[in-house]
């Protein structure tokens, strides 16, 4: 009770349930609008089942993929990788310039791939 009294503190300061909302849609937002345009990598997720908490996409080729959840964790892009390809999980507490952060290093990685 005394945890989520604390979450619920934590919202309200974040400007409330409509807030969060809005906040989740523009994390999301970011990076599929990234991912619908990316030469190089491909959401998992049709257009119609998308969750705004984990978006799911990968390059295609094991070996890139790897190496982007490599260059990811030494930029501090933690737990990208998930079975088939990567993740990036959007929750409540991942600031909208962490989303920015995560398809700012994509637009480079694809850059470097000469895609």
């Known amino acids: 009770i ?27 937002g970011i990076v599929y609008d990234f991912l619908d345009n990316s030469q190089l990598f491909k959401a998992h997720a049709q257009a119609d089942s998308r969750s705004y908490m984990n978006v799911t996409f990968r390059t295609g080729d094991d070996g890139l993929d790897a190496e982007f959840i490599k260059g990811g964790t030494e930029r501090g892009l933690l737990n990208l990788k998930m079975a ?23 637009k480079e990685f694809e850059a470097g791939h000469h895609v």
């Open 84 to 106: 088939g390809g990567m993740r990036a999980s959007l929750y409540n507490a991942m600031p909208v310039e962490g989303a920015k952060a995560l398809v700012d290093y994509m």
């Open 2 to 28: 005394y945890m989520l009294s604390l979450t619920l503190d934590w919202v309200t300061a974040q400007g409330g349930v409509k807030t969060m909302e809005q906040l989740r849609k523009e994390r999301a």
